[in-house]
């Protein structure tokens, strides 16, 4: 176990901004953080890395009450990137090391694995947001950390560079550490996490895996000559429960189970020659939505 | 220890405004403290004299009351130390990089003594730079030379050392309250030179003060270092003066010290950072 909580609270003044959260983030996960602007996401993170103090509740990291050191084995970054504006990189990254006691060495091969090995020498504020955001990772693994907690680590980046930093976080899970990411991009999420979790107004409607969550939710495409009489017949489907309406296609959500071969038996039973048949894998977005939708 | 100064001074170490401050600092004690001579021939051809002793006779630099004049005059400017510890903490909250340095593995603790090391190094030093000043005055117009008299009545140079440390605590304990720079830089030099000193003088001899109040002065934070290194001046002038340092003075700053001290690290807990 990396880290648990348990009935995690924070109040500020007469809003709460965390309301008994319990997680369990096993090692090895890719633990997705995800919920709207405002829903304790950040709050969470900053009460796990010790800068909030909890109201009430408490939190294990590595099974042990935390402390600074235990701190030390873990790599974060909490919103915008924080360095001294004036120092460069290689000397942001020396205080880094010389807090988390690890070696000054280390500091040339993290940025060479964020790429910014050859503006290692250039002020930390003549960086653009993307490049500060890839120190800030690279920060974040100078003490080859067991967890990493990253906090919308694709903010404010254009699509290159939210292509890279999604480049490097598979890269980092895949050198099995665990990875803690808060974000408000389900796509990302989706793309990258293991598991998740859904809070909103500080509280968590929902936790399970990703493969789990998607195969809850599979839809078919259909198209055919006329997609009107398809739909009135599509509607009639056993379990069809919703259909869309794409400007060339119907899209029919079916409950679980259901198989492409399921639907075509029905279609060609009813005389209907389809243009286009396929599976559609849900998506997290749905998925996210829904949750919340139930939650009203 | 050795870890806690090395990230001070990595921090510092490019930190231009630092240095500048620094330099400044320096600059000004050497003008203040080697130019007493300077100044007494000023008034002397401005036609001064000091019922009838010619200003440029008094034994400014003489040992060993060079300590207590030095130091007495070299506390006022204090207050230029005290921007540097104020900027130097200001910027962590700015920066963000406090939030940062907990988050990298620093503990709250850590943090307090990192910057109370970095205050005992800043005291230090300036103590050290008063000291070789004294020195360098002392062998230009001392009357009495010699090796014993460089460390007599060096306690003047402890009791400045001590009130460096609390008034640099004071500033600390301030910034963690509120963590704006230039409002506590501001604050904080109207009330080390115009706030307490007026309401001091105001509680002391206005004639309607009831007369346990008098006394309360001595123990306010910023009055009790400036009582600390009694005002020596008068002593040229054939008054009586008090050439020593009080226990009960000592006490009251170290009071303040540990008050500041406690503060900072109660502020540093409590707040979210």
Same mark, same amino acid.
């Given at each position: 176990?990396?880290?648990?909580t348990?009935?995690?609270?924070? &109040?500020?003044r ?13 090692r090895g996960?890719?633990?997705?953080l995800?919920?709207p602007n ?6 969470t993170?900053?009460?796990?890395l ?6 009430s509740?408490?939190?294990e990291?590595?099974?042990k009450t935390?402390t600074?050191d ?7 970054i909490l919103?915008?990137p924080?360095?001294?504006?004036y120092m460069?990189a290689m000397q942001?990254l020396?205080?880094v090391s010389?807090?988390k006691e690890?070696?000054m ?6 940025? !060479?694995?964020?790429g910014?090995f ?9 960086y653009?947001l993307g ?5 800030a990772?690279a920060s974040a693994?100078?003490a080859e ?5 990253l906090d919308e680590p694709?903010n404010g ?5 939210i292509? !890279?930093i999604? &480049?490097?976080i598979?890269y980092i899970a ?5 990875i803690?990411l808060?974000?408000?991009?389900l796509?990302?999420?989706q793309?990258?996490?293991t598991d998740?979790?859904?809070l909103?107004?500080? !509280? ?7 493969v789990d969550?998607?195969?809850e939710?599979?839809r078919f ?7 009107l009489q ?19 296609r ?13 639907l075509n ?5 009813r005389g209907v ?7 559609r894998?849900?998506?997290?977005e749905?998925?996210f939505?829904n949750i919340l939708a139930?939650?009203? | 220890?050795i870890r ?5 001074w990595l921090k510092l170490?490019?930190?231009?405004p ?6 400044m600092?320096?600059t000004?004690v050497?003008l203040v403290c080697?130019?007493?001579?300077f100044?007494?021939e000023y008034i002397k051809?401005?036609? *001064?004299d000091f019922?009838g ?8 630099y003489?040992y060993p009351d ?7 005059l *070299?506390?006022?400017?204090?207050v230029?130390?005290?921007?540097i ?6 910027n962590?909250?700015?920066y963000r990089?406090l939030?940062q340095?907990?988050?990298?593995g620093l503990?709250?603790?850590d ?20 000291w070789?000043?004294?020195?360098v005055?002392a062998s230009?117009?001392?009357h009495?030379h010699?090796v014993?008299?460089m460390?007599?009545s060096?306690? $003047?140079?402890? *009791? ?5 440390i609390t008034?640099?605590t $004071?500033?600390?304990m301030?910034t963690f ?8 830089i ?5 009330y080390?030179?115009?706030f307490?000193?007026?309401?001091s003088?105001?509680?002391q001899y ?8 008098r006394?309360?002065?001595t123990?306010?934070p910023?009055m ?6 009694? @005002? ?9 003066i ?9 006490? @009251?700053?170290? *009071?303040?010290?540990?008050?500041n ?7 540093l807990k409590?707040?979210?950072?």
């Amino acid at each position: 176990m990396i880290l648990r909580t348990h009935k995690l609270t924070k &109040h500020y003044r007469r809003t709460k901004a965390l309301d008994q959260l319990d997680l369990e983030i096993d090692r090895g996960m890719v633990f997705g953080l995800l919920g709207p602007n405002g829903s304790g996401k950040t709050t969470t993170l900053g009460l796990l890395l010790g800068v909030l103090k909890p109201t009430s509740g408490y939190f294990e990291w590595f099974g042990k009450t935390p402390t600074a050191d235990a701190r030390k084995r873990v790599g974060a970054i909490l919103e915008s990137p924080c360095f001294y504006p004036y120092m460069t990189a290689m000397q942001n990254l020396a205080v880094v090391s010389t807090i988390k006691e690890c070696s000054m060495s280390r500091r040339e091969e993290v940025l !060479e694995i964020v790429g910014l090995f050859d503006r290692r020498n250039d002020p930390f504020r003549t960086y653009s947001l993307g490049m500060k955001q890839r120190l800030a990772i690279a920060s974040a693994l100078l003490a080859e950390p067991d967890a990493l907690i990253l906090d919308e680590p694709t903010n404010g980046l254009d699509p290159q560079g939210i292509v !890279e930093i999604r &480049h490097l976080i598979r890269y980092i899970a895949s050198m099995g550490k665990t990875i803690i990411l808060a974000s408000h991009l389900l796509d990302e999420v989706q793309k990258i996490c293991t598991d998740f979790c859904v809070l909103r107004n500080g !509280e968590k409607l929902y936790q399970g895996s990703v493969v789990d969550a998607l195969n809850e939710d599979i839809r078919f495409e259909i198209a055919s000559q006329d997609l009107l009489q398809l739909a009135a017949i599509a509607r009639d489907f056993q379990s069809a429960t919703v259909i869309e309406h794409e400007k060339d296609r119907l899209v029919v959500s079916v409950a679980q189970g259901v198989t492409t071969a399921d639907l075509n038996a029905y279609l060609i039973d009813r005389g209907v020659i389809v243009t286009l048949l396929k599976e559609r894998k849900g998506s997290l977005e749905q998925q996210f939505l829904n949750i919340l939708a139930e939650d009203d | 220890m050795i870890r806690l100064l090395q990230i001070e001074w990595l921090k510092l170490r490019y930190y231009r405004p630092f240095w500048i401050m620094l330099g400044m600092y320096t600059t000004c004690v050497i003008l203040v403290c080697s130019s007493v001579m300077f100044f007494f021939e000023y008034i002397k051809s401005k036609g *001064a004299d000091f019922n009838g002793v010619d200003p440029t006779m008094i034994p400014f630099y003489d040992y060993p009351d060079v300590w207590q004049n030095l130091t007495y005059l *070299a506390s006022f400017l204090k207050v230029i130390l005290a921007f540097i510890v104020i900027i130097s903490i200001a910027n962590e909250n700015s920066y963000r990089t406090l939030r940062q340095n907990v988050i990298d593995g620093l503990s709250f603790t850590d943090f307090l003594k990192s910057k109370l090391i970095f205050i005992v190094v800043l005291a230090l030093g300036a103590t050290m730079l008063l000291w070789l000043n004294g020195l360098v005055m002392a062998s230009i117009y001392s009357h009495v030379h010699g090796v014993e008299y460089m460390f007599q009545s060096t306690s $003047f140079l402890a *009791a400045y050392f001590l009130g460096l440390i609390t008034y640099l605590t $004071f500033a600390m304990m301030l910034t963690f309250l509120v963590p704006k720079a230039g409002l506590i830089i501001v604050g904080l030099f109207l009330y080390t030179l115009f706030f307490e000193p007026m309401l001091s003088t105001f509680i002391q001899y206005y004639e309607g003060t009831w007369d346990w109040l008098r006394p309360v002065p001595t123990y306010f934070p910023i009055m009790s270092i400036y009582y600390l290194i009694p @005002i020596p001046f008068p002593r040229y002038f054939f008054m009586e003066i008090q050439h020593y340092i009080l226990i009960k003075e000592v006490l @009251i700053v170290v *009071a303040w010290l540990v008050f500041n001290v406690f503060m900072s690290y109660l502020l540093l807990k409590k707040k979210d950072w």
